[in-house]
């Protein structure tokens, strides 16, 4: 199978509309970015309390948010995971001294909403030796017999099966009949010793706001080393005004990927960044096999001018610039529908700046060519006073290479 | 077939069972093959669950002490050469920043020993400097080599206690490691996979674990006022006094130094009081301290012990007849709190107190969430990527695949090999690793196509193919690996899993897509002289 053969596409005269539609897509992510402040920083960055709670039944939002912003001072939001029973719940820290206590009211905040109870072990999050300490007094008085040793596995089992056949919740303890090694007698002393709490902290973040400032500016600065490596490479491999349009297209991405972040109100986080820097090194692929190509048409010595050559390496290219990113594509897709919500951030920022990546190799990078090109030949024009012939002077230098 | 194809073959074989050894080992059957899978494999924290914490060691803590110190053995050193002195005093550094500031405040020394008081201190103090602040005043500032010295010596010790803690709480595969420069950011970042109950941890780790054994003066007293009260407001020569533990106000005054510290313990375990049941720590005296404490219990008989955890009286039993080597500490509510402490004890004090930075904790139910989510996204991602590959490019899509699947073998067996964590951005690697190693099988193939087309030979095109796209390989493997490798230096912990899956999935993909493919290629022209359609 062959799509692309052959294409024609005057990709170079119908630069504008295109060109615009970047520069709209640009402007379109600064002006949100200029309205909600900058970017909206996830917890890494920010700093924060951070809670990812699993609940039993579909929770109330409202119930939850009432009862914590009473407590704590500043902004508390509390927002569903889509298609889960699940909290996110994230409060500001302002100083470090808040660090612990925030985190400790927040969970107190919820045992206080679902009532749990002093006497009995919350089963659901109860680590292995509370578990173990509560019920192996309780065994013994029963005249349970089971060996020290056998019990511990046993509780290890336990959590085992809680954990990783059940997402850390039971319906109710009869479930526990399918571990193996269970007897009635300890399902028994377990139904007594201990209750089915109605929610589960799955995940705590606490970073305090010196941590995220610090690391804020060392992610501006390792994308800027990124792109500034970009244009050193590139520069020499090729000349340096290749590796100028290279960067000013990878840089179009990246500000677009962070300009639709903003405009969908996603944070910012730690590996978002980590998606943006492999972008930066990504999408520079696609722009390098166009340059290679043109590189390669100038030395054949092909006719034409400048926009003949850059249009026809970037249709004699076309399928492989499409082929790999589609497949790359793919691979983040995938990510982005089941690689759930930790990684979400994460594969939008690869699904948009793959997309954004191809296109501004053909329609960013090559122009620019084009234009520097035309710029320099204006002024070969004007110095020599009068029509010299249209030799490209990239193409002369790059031959005797 | 020639020789060299065979050698060749015969390398990618090699590679092919060395990587699969490494991920695997040689398995007898399928338990063997899961054990050694995990075994070789490690998981983050965030795929096994566990918690990272990274701490603050409140070095200022340690700068005080210092100076304490040094004010007790000035007072004793000037008592000695006959100094009539008129009071020591030292400031109050509050943050990490101005710890060096610590300052020790000199009055009243008499002006004709005022030689021989600059002598015991530049012979006995080489640490500090002493300048003169008016005729008989001095200040005593700690030299900025020393202060450094105290600042690393103080955060390598802490590092040593809480290594110790944690050994002994049997967390195996836990790391403790400074993050930053010990003399600007003295931080300690510790990592515990595995671990389900941080709030435990948070607390032994925190603990001071300060133990002293102090002679009571007097007391207890209701309020700190009833106490200042008695003596009229000033308290009496070589004395301090403290607070007790518990929910009524308590206060004693201690004789200032105390009989014996945790420094002198030579074991500490939790036991049950035969009384009334409740859970004790009770520890063990060295010989030497016990032969002290043995004197001292001897002569202070019907005398009050306060036992000091912390800067707090746990408790002030009366000493009913001479003890020589062992003591109790009450107050733990329950086994595992007495446990804790007899655990905190043994591993010995922490020099400064330290407070939390940040913590991350993961449940095991996340965790095991996230491997199957990964697990997913890789499988989807890889059928996507092959499918499209045996559609588009035929047969030749069958030699993309194999490539393909040694590429994610060598790179899972080489994070084996070098012992690297698998971390959820990891697993993002090498899914993300695979859509990225296929371009340079596209870039080969569509060359090859393109040769063809212009009228090669089918050898001739796949040749031409092979070498000129290596170029343009290169060039997009050195962009990538460059920003992986800024990605590296930044990151964190979890990003960094990221970047080195990247980066050696790169490096791999070299050697798949264009040596590995080009020699499947070679095998499958080898046996027929003329080939004239290729399937591409």
Redesign the interface.
């Known amino acids: 199978?062959?799509l692309f053969r052959d294409t024609n596409f005057d990709f170079m005269g119908n630069k504008w509309p295109l060109i615009g539609l970047s520069l709209l897509l640009t402007a379109a992510g600064l002006v949100s970015l200029a309205v909600n402040g900058g970017p909206t920083y996830g917890i890494?960055f920010k700093g924060g309390t951070l809670l990812?709670v699993?609940f039993a039944e579909k929770p109330s939002e409202e119930a939850i948010r009432t009862a914590l912003s009473r407590k704590i001072k500043g902004e508390v939001s509390v927002v569903a995971v889509q298609g889960t029973n699940e909290l996110m719940i994230q409060t500001e820290i302002k100083g470090?001294?808040e660090?612990?206590s925030t985190?400790q009211t927040i969970e107190d905040t919820l045992a206080s909403v679902y009532s749990a109870s002093a006497d009995k072990l919350n089963f659901t999050?109860a680590?292995?030796?509370?578990l173990y300490?509560r019920i192996n007094l309780p065994l013994q008085k029963g005249g349970v017999f089971i060996a020290d040793e056998d019990l511990r596995k046993l509780v290890v089992e336990i959590?085992k099966f809680?954990?990783?056949q059940?997402?850390?919740?039971l319906a109710n303890f009869d479930e526990l009949s399918a571990v193996p090694g269970m007897t009635p007698q300890v399902l028994n002393v377990i139904k007594q010793e201990s209750y089915l709490g109605k929610y589960?902290?799955?995940?705590?973040?606490?970073?305090?706001p010196?941590?995220g400032n610090e690391?804020r500016t060392?992610?501006l600065?390792?994308?800027l080393?990124?792109l500034g490596?970009?244009l050193i490479?590139?520069g020499l491999?090729f000349e340096f005004v290749y590796g100028f349009a290279a960067v000013i297209a990878v840089f179009h991405d990246t500000i677009i990927t962070i300009g639709l972040f903003s405009l969908f109100h996603k944070e910012i986080s730690?590996?978002v960044?980590?998606a943006l820097?492999?972008l930066?090194?990504?999408s520079?692929?696609d722009t390098?096999?166009v340059f290679?190509r043109i590189r390669e048409n100038l030395q054949r010595g092909r006719k034409g001018d400048m926009t003949d050559i850059v249009n026809r390496s970037v249709n004699?290219?076309l399928?492989?610039t499409i082929?790999?990113s589609?497949?790359?594509?793919?691979?983040?897709v995938?990510?982005w529908?089941?690689?759930?919500q930790?990684?979400n951030g994460?594969?939008f920022a690869?699904v948009v700046g793959i997309t954004v990546g191809t296109y501004s190799s053909i329609f960013v990078a090559s122009p620019i060519l084009v234009f520097w090109q035309d710029f320099m030949k204006k002024r070969g024009d004007n110095s020599r006073a009068g029509g010299a012939t249209p030799v490209v002077p990239a193409a002369k230098k790059l031959a005797a290479k | 077939m020639e020789r060299s194809l065979w050698i060749k073959i015969g390398t990618i074989v090699a590679v092919t069972l060395i990587c699969i050894y490494g991920i695997v080992g040689i398995p007898k059957n399928q338990k063997e093959l899961v054990d050694n899978f995990e075994k070789n494999i490690k998981l983050g924290l965030?795929l096994k669950?566990g918690s990272q914490l990274?701490l603050q060691v409140q070095v200022q803590d340690a700068f005080k002490a210092e100076a304490d110190q040094v004010i007790d053995r000035l007072k004793t050193e000037v008592k000695t050469a006959g100094i009539d002195y008129g009071s020591f005093d030292r400031n109050e550094p509050t943050t990490i920043e101005t710890a060096d500031k610590i300052e020790i405040a000199v009055k009243g020394v008499p002006s004709a020993k005022l030689g021989d008081f600059r002598k015991i201190v530049t012979e006995r103090f080489p640490d500090w400097n002493l300048t003169s602040t008016s005729g008989t005043d001095f200040k005593l500032n700690i030299k900025t080599t020393s202060a450094l010295e105290l600042r690393k010596k103080t955060v390598a010790s802490s590092i040593r206690t809480i290594e110790s803690r944690i050994d002994g709480l049997g967390l195996a595969e836990s790391s403790v490691q400074q993050r930053g420069a010990a003399e600007t950011e003295p931080e300690i970042l510790i990592q515990m996979p595995g671990v389900?109950?941080p709030a435990?941890i948070k607390q032994i780790l925190q603990t001071a674990a300060l133990l002293e054994l102090y002679e009571v003066q007097e007391g207890p007293f209701a309020s700190r006022d009833q106490m200042m009260n008695q003596f009229n407001g000033i308290l009496p020569m070589g004395t301090k006094p403290m607070r007790g533990m518990g929910t009524q106000e308590s206060w004693f005054l201690l004789k200032r130094a105390p009989v014996i510290t945790g420094r002198d313990l030579r074991d500490s375990r939790a036991s049950q009081d035969s009384m009334n049941n409740s859970w004790v720590t009770s520890f063990v005296l060295s010989q030497d301290a016990s032969r002290r404490f043995g004197a001292f219990t001897e002569a202070n008989v019907n005398k009050r012990l306060a036992i000091v955890l912390d800067n707090q009286v746990r408790s002030a039993p009366t000493i009913q007849s001479k003890i020589t080597d062992n003591g109790q500490i009450t107050g733990a509510a329950n086994?595992?709190e007495a446990n804790d402490l007899a655990l905190v004890l043994r591993a010995g004090s922490l020099p400064a107190s330290v407070?939390?930075?940040?913590?991350?904790?993961?449940?095991?139910?996340?965790g095991?969430?996230?491997i199957r989510?990964?697990l997913?996204?890789?499988l989807?991602?890889?059928v996507?990527?092959v499918l499209?590959?045996l559609?588009?490019y035929?047969k030749s899509g069958i030699n993309a695949t194999i490539a393909l699947i040694l590429n994610a073998v060598i790179l899972i067996a080489m994070l084996a090999y070098f012992g690297a964590t698998l971390t959820?951005?990891g697993i993002?690697g090498i899914?993300?690793t695979?859509?990225?190693a296929?371009?340079s099988n596209?870039?080969i193939f569509?060359r090859i196509?393109?040769e063809l087309r212009s009228g090669k030979s089918v050898r001739a095109a796949i040749d031409a193919g092979f070498s000129r796209a290596f170029?343009?390989i290169i060039?997009?493997h050195?962009?990538?690996?460059?920003?992986?490798a800024?990605?590296f230096?930044?990151?964190?912990t979890?990003?960094k899993g990221?970047?080195v899956t990247?980066i050696i999935g790169l490096l791999a993909n070299l050697f798949t897509a264009v040596f590995v493919s080009k020699v499947i290629f070679d095998w499958e022209l080898s046996g027929n002289k003329k080939v004239t359609t290729l399937s591409i």
Not at chain 2, 357 to 362: A, F, I, K, M, Q
Not at chain 2, 489 to 492: A, K, L, M, N, R
């Open positions: 199978m062959e890494d990812y699993k470090e001294q660090l612990q985190r999050g680590p292995a030796q509370r300490d959590l809680r954990d990783k059940k997402g850390g919740m589960l902290v799955r995940n705590t973040e606490v970073v305090g010196r941590v690391l060392k992610a600065l390792a994308t080393y990124a490596g970009m490479y590139v491999r730690l590996t960044v980590a820097l492999t930066v090194g990504y520079m692929n390098i096999v290679d004699e290219t399928s492989r082929m790999t589609s497949l790359t594509l793919l691979t983040a995938a990510l529908l089941f690689g759930g930790v990684l994460f594969a690869l | 965030d669950g990274v389900d109950d435990r086994q595992q407070i939390y930075l940040e913590e991350r904790t993961v449940g095991p139910s996340l095991a969430d996230s989510e990964g997913y996204s890789g989807a991602g890889v996507a990527v499209v590959m559609v588009y035929k959820l951005p993002a899914v993300l695979i859509g990225m296929v371009d596209v870039l569509e196509r393109e170029l343009t060039d997009t050195v962009t990538a690996v460059v920003s992986s800024f990605l230096i930044f990151g964190t979890n990003v990221f970047a990247l």
